[in-house]
């Protein structure tokens, strides 16, 4: 269990929230170590862990696998606007549990009426796919200018190359939407293709040869795909402050339980959050082959000492300052998926004239 940046994280199954006036009474169990993951339940445990939080100190609950919340503790997170997300051991969001949002019911209107316009959809796709492919270029010349490997540092520079002329010409057309999709992918196989090159240590126990998802195939993967699924929390907390509806979105089509415009948030936020935070860990060897499992089949997962080290990472990577370049302004990065979701809000209430990217100097 973690309390960090106004986020409450349950990730020990047979955990339990109960209320006590305006206070989350919860109770962890403790576990042997040497306690198979499939045999942990309240009954197993050895002992309990007891933590009293005030319900003004969160803005959100993840829980993360078997672990339950009474239904009184779930009516004080409503009263005072706590979303309440479930998701799996792996980070894959279930269901989210909120009040009714309190904002004008114009700002969504305004979302549907563009997203059910291709024109103006494929717009802001193409703002967002700009913003992802910017970034993932930077990314990969800071690789570049951070290794000695003339080799490696060409491939990393031909990709960034190729990345760039993306870009330009993405710039002197107007594309639509199932093509803008074409060209994000196409983007996203050729960062890929040279992203195991920004692992300056333990490339053989962290090798990396392409995205695989649902399960992940490898460690890296495994770390990548629960980072998104951090970063996509966030979005979705951002999306449904402001008043817009996470699940329609503009470039990620429609999907039962899909949140389309959180996955079109988190995209300009994946290459410089994500995945340089998952290769610092890596490169700094705070984080270890022994923090995952291989599952039959293949899939390889986290175990809890290595889900929650990630966790802690992240939540001090959100704590750290970036300027925001539209802004100009030093902003906390927990602050920028909600700078975000404004300015877009903005951008459909017709108060600027397209949709601006976070793209990080």
């Known amino acids: 269990m973690d309390l960090q940046q106004n986020t409450l994280y349950l990730t020990t199954p047979g955990s339990y929230v109960a209320r006590d006036h305006l206070t989350l009474q919860v109770e962890v169990p403790v576990y042997p170590p040497d306690l198979p993951p499939e045999e942990r339940n309240r009954q197993s445990a050895t002992d309990t862990r007891k933590l009293s939080i005030p319900i003004h100190h969160l803005e959100s609950v993840c829980v993360f696998g078997a672990s339950s919340i009474s239904p009184p503790a779930m009516d004080l997170c409503w009263e005072h606007g706590v979303a309440i997300n479930f998701l799996s051991e792996n980070g894959y969001l279930q269901a989210r549990v909120t009040g009714v949002a309190d904002t004008s019911v114009t700002l969504?209107?305004?979302?549907?009426?563009?997203?059910?316009?291709?024109?103006?959809?494929?717009?802001?796709?193409r703002q967002i796919v700009a913003g992802k492919i910017q970034n993932s270029r930077n990314s990969l010349l800071r690789g570049g200018r951070e290794t000695n490997d003339t080799a490696e540092q060409r491939q990393l520079t031909d990709a960034a190359d190729a990345l760039a002329r993306q870009l330009s010409d993405l710039a002197k057309t107007n594309p639509p939407l199932d093509q803008l999709r074409g060209i994000e992918g196409m983007a996203a196989q050729t960062y890929f293709s040279v992203f195991g090159l920004l692992l300056?240590?333990?490339?053989?126990?962290?090798?990396?040869?392409t995205r695989s998802r649902r399960p992940p195939r490898d460690r890296?993967?495994?770390?990548?795909?629960?980072?998104?699924?951090?970063v996509r929390h966030d979005c979705i907390a951002a999306l449904t402050s402001i008043g817009l509806d996470p699940f329609v979105g503009f470039l990620h089509a429609d999907r039962p339980n899909r949140p389309s415009l959180a996955l079109d948030l988190m995209e300009e936020f994946r290459p410089w959050l994500a995945d340089r935070l998952a290769v610092t860990l890596i490169n700094?060897?705070?984080?270890?082959?022994?923090?995952?499992?291989?599952?039959?089949g293949g899939a390889v997962e986290f175990t809890d000492t290595g889900r929650k080290l990630v966790i802690k990472a992240y939540q001090e990577r959100k704590q750290e300052s970036l300027n925001h370049p539209l802004l100009d302004q030093n902003l906390r990065i927990a602050q920028l998926p909600f700078v975000q979701a404004r300015?877009?809000?903005r951008h459909l209430r017709a108060d600027l004239p397209e949709y601006l990217p976070l793209v990080p100097k």
């Open 200 to 209: 300056k240590q333990q490339r053989d126990d962290f090798a990396f040869t």
């Open 343 to 345: 300015i877009l809000a």
């Open 220 to 230: 890296i993967n495994c770390m990548v795909s629960f980072l998104y699924a951090l």
């Open 108 to 125: 969504r209107r305004a979302q549907f009426r563009v997203a059910d316009d291709p024109v103006r959809a494929a717009a802001i796709a």
């Open 284 to 296: 700094r060897q705070q984080i270890q082959p022994d923090h995952f499992v291989l599952r039959e």
